[in-house]
């Protein structure tokens, strides 16, 4: 008979009253951390309700339709981009086989070291008008700057491609693992029925690989709606954009909070939405793993174009940008060695290490509470907490800006009234408030790192450490920790790199003279200097080439 976690005969008496109070710690914490995550939504509710309906009237009649318009705009077209590469990528090295193709399983990934923005301004740099392309149009063709037509990078459909190419990578993925996934039962009844290739594809294996397709989907949307350094610097109007001016340049905390309110909305609908079409439906496979479609062998003209197709989003997604990065690097004047970029370094190392440390430990607490006390308490504390990375950043800020604020404020006035001392900005006004706006970001990235890890540990290894007397801290640190090490590193490694590419919160929400590289980045891009911009970006693509080369050990391996 096998131990189940239930049983608490086998469990020594002294150790019950342990394991109930070491039981309620991570209960504690996980509702804490739910509480936490919940706290920005709420408060931007609250604070787009007491904003007032001049306010709300001002902006339906001026500029929220023109960002409404914009974003769902731009959502489509991402989402539209990103499916048709991913799937298509991920299709042609599951199922073909043509020279290189185990290579280009690895490098299909790449992209995603890059944050939007900065491929933003690299292509910026050779596409706009002063730049190398349209220079070297002129020169040749002898045109003047109004005989041609160029297409203009800085638009919506620039913006589009540029968060296509570096969000591809979530469709990619996630399609890929469906289709190895599949076997081939039904995709060759399909083709004895019949039905070409493309057909049986088109109405089999895409329909059977659909809930992973629409996850990644829906991640790139996300991301997509949670940007504001592409559509900022490319001058696009979107929910984002609109969040930062009311907040800085209008200094409209209402207006900030209810286009976030919008925003917030739009994304929890797209979220809901998802998981509505998909209702009750299961997938279910036919046979064995070992009977899965062998891959079709390309040769001649096929091969040619399966080779274009899945070097074309790795060139313009990393190839190319990193060597305009690196040429306008060294054009640049900037110092990567002088005090001033060891700050930003410093800077950017300590919060995303913080905020990888925090998010990580409350990732474990609320995984846990899961564990130990299932139920729909524990259900729902962790469904609310993955809410977080469908909230953009921006929202996040200012749902926490505004109620710390208030109470900064209010603690200011009672202290000057009470004991005439000032305590100025105590919450708002350092670096712990940004930390737990990264953590609400980023928590659902790594809870699921940690619930995958979590899922190998049987049950039987908790019901065993009990019945030798550990109560749940010493069952965390004694079997879970060492056995969930590699998911621990990489949940680390993934909000690690998130935070150091973070922006919209960041901007809003850093301490006075408390600069990042990606603030750098911005602030030297958005004053026309693409060049300087360029330093910071690549230490920022350099880091986040770390998670995205362990993400290609581990597909090479498989």
Same mark, same amino acid.
């Given at each position: 008979?096998?131990? @189940?976690?239930?049983?608490?005969?086998?469990?020594?008496?002294?150790?019950?009253?342990?394991?109930?109070?070491?039981?309620?710690? /991570?209960?504690?914490?996980?509702?804490? =951390?739910?509480?936490?995550?919940?706290?920005?939504? +709420?408060?931007?509710?609250?604070?787009?309700?007491?904003?007032?309906?001049?306010?709300?009237?001002?902006?339906?009649?001026? %500029?929220? $339709?023109?960002?409404?318009?914009?974003?769902?705009?731009? %959502?489509?077209?991402? !989402?539209? !981009?990103?499916?048709?590469?991913?799937? !298509?990528?991920?299709?042609?090295?599951?199922?073909?086989?043509?020279?290189?193709?185990?290579?280009?399983?690895?490098?299909?990934?790449?992209?995603?070291?890059?944050?939007?923005?900065?491929? &933003?301004?690299?292509?910026?740099?050779?596409?706009?008008?002063?730049?190398?392309?349209?220079?070297?149009?002129?020169?040749?063709?002898?045109?003047?700057?109004?005989?041609?037509?160029?297409?203009?990078?800085?638009?919506?459909?620039?913006?589009?491609?540029? +968060?296509?190419?570096?969000?591809?990578?979530?469709?990619?993925?996630?399609?890929?693992?469906?289709?190895?996934?599949?076997?081939?039962?039904? /995709?060759?009844?399909?083709?004895?029925?019949?039905?070409?290739?493309?057909?049986?594809?088109?109405?089999?294996?895409?329909?059977?690989?659909?809930?992973?397709?629409?996850?990644?989907?829906?991640?790139? =949307?996300?991301?997509?709606?949670?940007?504001?350094?592409?559509?900022?610097?490319?001058?696009?109007?979107?929910?984002?954009?609109?969040?930062?001016?009311?907040?800085?340049?209008?200094?409209?905390?209402?207006?900030?909070?209810?286009?976030?309110?919008?925003?917030?909305?739009?994304?929890?609908?797209?979220?809901?939405?998802?998981?509505?079409?998909?209702?009750?439906?299961?997938?279910?496979?036919?046979?064995?793993?070992?009977?899965?479609?062998?891959?079709?062998?390309?040769?001649?003209?096929? *091969?040619?174009?399966?080779?274009?197709? *899945?070097?074309?989003?790795?060139?313009?997604?990393?190839?190319?940008?990193?060597?305009?990065?690196?040429?306008?690097?060294?054009?640049?004047?900037?110092?990567?060695?002088?005090?001033?970029?060891?700050?930003?370094?410093?800077?950017?190392?300590?919060?995303?290490?913080? &905020?990888?440390?925090?998010?990580?430990?409350?990732?474990?607490?609320?995984?846990?509470?899961?564990?130990?006390?299932?139920?729909?308490?524990?259900?729902?504390?962790?469904?609310?907490?993955?809410?977080?990375? @469908?909230?953009?950043?921006?929202?996040?800020?200012?749902?926490?800006?505004? $109620?710390?604020?208030?109470?900064?404020?209010?603690?200011?006035?009672?202290?000057?009234?009470?004991?005439?001392?000032?305590?100025?900005?105590?919450?708002?006004?350092?670096?712990?408030?940004?930390?737990? @706006?990264?953590?609400?970001?980023?928590?659902?990235?790594?809870?699921?790192?940690?619930?995958?890890?979590?899922?190998?540990?049987?049950?039987?290894?908790?019901?065993?450490?009990?019945?030798?007397?550990?109560?749940?801290?010493?069952?965390?640190?004694?079997?879970?920790?060492?056995?969930?090490?590699?998911? +621990? +590193?990489?949940?680390?490694?993934?909000?690690?790199?998130?935070?150091?590419?973070?922006? $919209?919160?960041?901007?809003?929400?850093?301490?006075?003279?408390?600069?990042?590289?990606?603030?750098?980045?911005?602030?030297? @891009?958005?004053?026309?200097?693409?060049?300087?911009?360029? %330093?910071?970006?690549?230490?920022?693509?350099?880091?986040?080439?770390?998670?995205?080369?362990?993400?290609?050990?581990?597909?090479?391996?498989?």
């Amino acid at each position: 008979m096998t131990l @189940a976690p239930s049983q608490k005969d086998y469990a020594p008496h002294g150790s019950r009253r342990g394991s109930k109070s070491g039981s309620g710690l /991570f209960a504690g914490i996980g509702l804490g =951390v739910a509480g936490a995550s919940l706290l920005p939504m +709420l408060a931007v509710l609250l604070a787009a309700l007491t904003g007032g309906f001049d306010t709300v009237t001002h902006l339906a009649q001026t %500029v929220m $339709p023109r960002y409404a318009g914009t974003t769902l705009l731009l %959502v489509l077209m991402v !989402g539209a !981009g990103t499916l048709s590469i991913g799937v !298509g990528a991920a299709w042609l090295v599951t199922m073909t086989r043509f020279p290189g193709v185990r290579l280009f399983e690895m490098l299909l990934v790449l992209p995603l070291a890059f944050p939007a923005y900065v491929l &933003a301004y690299a292509y910026t740099y050779i596409l706009d008008h002063p730049g190398i392309v349209q220079s070297t149009l002129r020169e040749v063709m002898g045109w003047g700057p109004r005989d041609y037509w160029f297409p203009e990078i800085r638009s919506l459909p620039g913006a589009a491609l540029m +968060l296509v190419l570096v969000l591809y990578p979530y469709v990619y993925l996630l399609a890929r693992a469906a289709f190895l996934q599949q076997t081939s039962g039904a /995709f060759l009844a399909a083709r004895a029925l019949g039905h070409s290739s493309f057909s049986a594809f088109w109405r089999v294996s895409l329909p059977m690989a659909r809930p992973a397709i629409a996850s990644g989907v829906l991640l790139a =949307v996300m991301e997509t709606i949670a940007d504001f350094g592409t559509v900022a610097y490319f001058g696009v109007q979107t929910f984002a954009t609109g969040i930062y001016t009311s907040w800085f340049s209008l200094a409209d905390r209402a207006g900030a909070a209810q286009l976030a309110l919008c925003l917030l909305i739009f994304a929890l609908f797209l979220s809901m939405g998802e998981r509505a079409s998909r209702g009750k439906a299961r997938y279910h496979q036919a046979g064995k793993q070992h009977s899965r479609m062998p891959p079709a062998e390309l040769t001649g003209l096929r *091969c040619f174009v399966a080779w274009g197709l *899945c070097s074309l989003p790795v060139v313009l997604g990393f190839v190319l940008p990193v060597v305009i990065l690196v040429n306008m690097g060294l054009e640049s004047e900037q110092n990567l060695l002088s005090r001033r970029y060891i700050a930003f370094i410093r800077n950017s190392i300590t919060l995303a290490t913080t &905020a990888a440390f925090v998010t990580v430990i409350a990732a474990v607490c609320l995984g846990l509470y899961q564990r130990l006390r299932r139920g729909k308490i524990s259900a729902s504390a962790a469904y609310v907490a993955r809410l977080g990375y @469908a909230v953009p950043g921006g929202v996040i800020a200012v749902g926490l800006m505004v $109620p710390f604020a208030a109470f900064d404020n209010a603690l200011d006035a009672w202290m000057r009234a009470t004991f005439d001392i000032r305590t100025g900005l105590l919450i708002t006004g350092s670096i712990w408030l940004l930390v737990m @706006a990264y953590m609400v970001r980023f928590l659902s990235a790594a809870l699921g790192a940690y619930e995958g890890g979590q899922s190998t540990v049987h049950v039987n290894m908790d019901a065993a450490a009990r019945s030798l007397g550990h109560g749940p801290l010493a069952m965390l640190r004694r079997v879970h920790l060492p056995l969930l090490t590699p998911s +621990l +590193l990489t949940a680390l490694l993934i909000v690690f790199v998130d935070v150091m590419k973070e922006l $919209p919160a960041t901007l809003i929400m850093r301490p006075f003279n408390y600069d990042t590289l990606a603030i750098q980045a911005y602030r030297l @891009a958005s004053d026309e200097r693409l060049e300087g911009a360029a %330093v910071p970006s690549l230490v920022i693509v350099a880091v986040g080439l770390l998670p995205v080369i362990l993400i290609c050990r581990q597909v090479g391996r498989r």
